[in-house]
């Protein structure tokens, strides 16, 4: 029998006896060893290995990364530049303007490049989309912890947006690096969304997303700052010193959080694509809006209280998908001997069903829940008589956001007994609205 040396496990003919096939690699790998020769099967990846995806020219590359600096640049002298309060017209015709855009690329990509090229940018921009909705509640929990007036809003968020794209532009260069030399990364990717899933499903105070934050901690710690905001700027002169203001602080918060959580974000849709040019675009796209969409979720973020555990359980799914897909192209000596595991590997398509799927679940069921409009109503009454306290100079504002407070309170009289049991045992806002009251009161 002749048998012709190739180091690719699949040139072995069939009829070979069983086991003879890996004891003859085994015998070569200690032959190249005495050669100092690297083994064929090292933790390196091989060329060969390496996903198929659309091939884009440099030319799409930078054409496609001016679209993107231009919408950002659009949206801030059109819209951040002169601080203002978006309407809810406004708000929703940009944001549905921003995720058609988005869509008509989608159907781009998958006209001049393919269907699956095509799924894999909508079940990436997809998840990205549903994972930077998550982050509207952390940039929620910010803005109100650090009372930032209701003006300035729109240019912290811009901010928070073009840090997160820089963010996340340097973790997908740093995963295509590590996944087209390592294989092994799927195992790690994977197993960071597991725990980020495991997170997912523990309750946090919202403390922690604020005040406590690391870059706000090291900001106050070695750079002055100022208690008082003086309209969107960052610094001031105080007592004769430049010193911050508490916009730059928040800043220094939403870019700590944009790094968190951009150490999730890449490893999901890298587990539903490994082509880069997908990777970027469908995480640039879901970020574009997102300014618009706070504004236009604001009042119904808190009522999607199911949100992340539809988030836990995607994260979750799509982590397996990575390590199933890692043991089906396994190189790591001390599983299966560093050969490939028979397993089954998820689909594109399955995966952007069970995406959206997950997603719509979720969304009914939170919209439907009892416990979700009474998270509405108290987050309502609790914004509403933080606005009052904080507005001072118009009597006609202060009156229109009383009224409010009292309608808001009214739906909290008119919750069934079980919730309003819950909304007592929020002193914080029991403590609010008391001085709301006795504000009105004195006024």
């Known amino acids: 029998m002749t048998i012709t040396r190739c180091w690719d496990t699949t040139s072995f003919p069939l009829s070979l006896p069983a086991g003879f096939s890996s004891a003859y690699r085994r015998r070569d790998r200690v032959a190249l060893a005495r050669l100092r020769v690297p083994p064929p099967e090292s933790l390196s990846r091989r060329p060969a290995e390496r996903e198929p995806g659309v091939d884009v020219p440099t030319a799409v590359w930078w054409l496609t990364i001016l679209v ?11 819209h951040v530049r002169k601080a203002h309060i978006p309407t809810l017209r406004e708000a929703t015709f940009w944001s549905a303007l921003y995720v058609g855009i988005a869509l008509l ?17 909508f079940a990436g921009y997809v998840t990205e989309k549903a994972l930077s909705v998550d982050n509207l509640f952390v940039f929620l929990v910010i803005l109100s912890g650090f009372k930032v007036p209701r003006a300035g809003q729109q240019k912290v968020l811009l901010f928070g947006i073009v840090f997160s794209l820089i963010a996340r532009s340097g973790f997908i260069w740093l995963g295509a690096t590590l996944i087209d030399r390592f294989a092994w990364v799927f195992y790690v990717f994977g197993l960071i969304l597991l725990l980020t899933a495991g997170n997912l499903l523990k309750p946090e105070g919202e403390e922690s997303h604020a005040s406590d934050n690391v870059m706000v901690r090291l900001a106050r710690r070695w750079l002055p700052a100022s208690d008082t905001y003086e309209g969107d700027r960052l610094f001031t002169v ?13 800043m220094a918060a939403l870019a ?10 890449i490893p999901a849709i890298f587990g539903l694509t490994q082509n880069v040019y997908i990777v970027f675009t469908a995480t640039a796209f879901s970020l574009m809006g997102l300014r618009q969409l706070y504004f236009l979720l604001d009042g119904l973020l808190d009522r999607l209280i199911y949100l992340s555990y539809g988030l836990a359980v995607i994260l979750a799914f799509i982590g397996v998908k990575l390590i199933l897909h890692a043991l ?14 028979p397993v089954v590997e998820i689909g594109t398509g399955v995966s952007l069903l069970v995406i959206i799927g997950v997603l719509i679940v979720t969304v009914v069921a939170s919209l439907v829940s009892g416990r979700g409009r009474a998270q509405n109503a108290v987050s309502a009454a609790r914004r509403h008589a933080q606005e009052y306290l904080e507005v001072e100079r118009d009597p006609e504002v202060r009156e229109h956001l009383y009224q409010r407070l009292l309608h808001e309170e009214a739906q909290l009289r008119s919750l069934p007994e079980k919730h309003k049991r819950w909304v007592r045992e929020e002193e914080s806002l029991m403590t609010l609205l008391r001085r709301a009251h006795e504000e009105h009161d004195r006024a």
């Open 68 to 78: 993107i600096a231009g919408l950002l640049l659009f949206d801030f002298v059109f």
């Open 105 to 121: 690329f989608g159907v781009g990509v998958w006209i001049f490049g393919g269907s699956d090229p095509g799924a894999e940018y």
């Open 238 to 250: 105080e007592n004769g010193r430049r010193v911050m203001t508490p916009m730059m602080l928040v």
């Open 256 to 265: 700590g959080t944009d790094i968190l959580f951009a150490l999730d974000s």
């Open 328 to 341: 089906h192209e396994n190189n790591v000596p001390f599983v299966n001997d560093g050969e490939p595991v």
